[in-house]
């Protein structure tokens, strides 16, 4: 990918794929960017729409495709799929999506699309495993945008807490990227200082931190019910995952990354911080993770591995 001329074709042009573009024009990475989506009408605007903020943003071939023009592609990024709906949990949209996948990956591969996969269609752990074994690509080569967004969402939260800015706070939501998510309290830090220590010092209880774990394991739902959908983080956290890849920056990210044995795990995809550059998924960081955390990652694990399980079974 060291190429000067890059190349994303985004599947999916709802409220994350759209939202997606326009960070992508906004930052400027990739020269070309395609669109492909059931509703033509809807990418065709959309494409023209975007081509108008290049002049201020960065030179960028905008515009509508079909499947044929992923052969070519460095970046292939799946947001299609049924949203989540108030009162729907992430899990409940498994089978509708995986039908979904099958129905996207099968004609991405007959292109010769031989890149990167990014997937952010929900539940995203489940669907980048699926991703994976539909197209017979090395486990690296496929990334889920897993816990970026829920760590986002928890470095916000602990940066109000402690009155610092939230790029200066190191800290991680892993696992599932649902409801059996879990802080990694005891590997974060502010500004290189333990988080628990900080706490400490600050009168800042277990019970606290736990509350703001917990409100941070709902926040897609109170945005869900208030305007709909959220679409504005994910789609920030996925254009950041594409330009580790197409940067080839070797970034450390919390993202849906495959196990091979980390954690204890297996055969799985999980929200674990990894090294991300235009390999895909270079390797797990494995984060130490104290007896609380360690059980939770083995719960969530086994959740994940069930509904995974039975859901292609279906498909068979």
């Known amino acids: 990918m060291s190429k000067n001329h890059q190349k994303v074709v985004l599947i999916g042009d709802g409220a994350v794929g759209s939202s997606y573009a326009f960070a992508m024009v906004q930052q400027g990475l990739a020269e070309e960017f395609a669109i492909i989506d059931i509703n033509k009408d809807r990418i065709h605007g959309d494409a023209l729409d975007l081509e108008d903020a290049t002049p201020f943003t960065s030179p960028k071939l905008v515009y509508d495709a079909d499947y044929d023009t992923c052969g070519d592609a460095d970046l292939v990024v799946i947001t299609a799929g049924v949203p989540q709906k108030p009162g729907e949990t992430r899990i409940e949209l498994v089978d509708k999506n995986l039908k979904i996948m099958k129905s996207v990956v099968d004609p991405i591969m007959a292109s010769g699309f031989d890149g990167i996969f990014l997937v952010a269609a929900n539940p995203v752990d489940i669907l980048t495993y ?3 074994k539909f197209s017979g690509f090395p486990k690296n080569k496929v990334v889920g945008s897993g816990t970026s967004l829920d760590s986002a969402r928890l470095r916000v939260a602990l940066a109000k807490k402690f009155g610092v800015a939230s790029p200066d706070v190191m800290a991680n939501m892993m696992a599932e990227h649902g409801d059996t998510e879990f802080a990694a309290y005891s590997s974060a830090t502010i500004g290189g200082k333990p988080l ?3 706490a400490k010092e600050a009168g800042v209880t277990d019970e606290e931190l736990l509350q703001i774990e917990d409100d941070v394991r709902h926040k897609a739902y109170e945005i869900i019910n208030t305007k709909g959908a959220t679409y504005y983080g994910v789609a ?24 091979n044995g980390e954690y204890g795990l297996e055969d799985i995809y999980i929200g674990t911080p990894a090294v991300i550059n235009a390999s895909g998924v270079a390797r797990v960081i494995e984060v130490p993770l104290n007896e609380r955390e360690q059980k939770a990652m083995a719960d969530s694990a086994k959740a994940l591995k069930k ?9 068979q």
Do not use: F, Y
């Not at 509904?307 to 498909?315: D, E, M, S």
């Open 196 to 198: 628990l220590e900080m």
């Open 307 to 315: 509904v995974a399980t039975n859901g292609l079974a279906k498909l």
């Open 236 to 259: 920030t956290c996925l254009m950041r995952i594409s330009r580790a890849i197409l940067r080839d920056q070797n970034a450390v990210l919390p993202v849906g990354a495959p196990m």
């Open 130 to 132: 699926a991703v994976q």
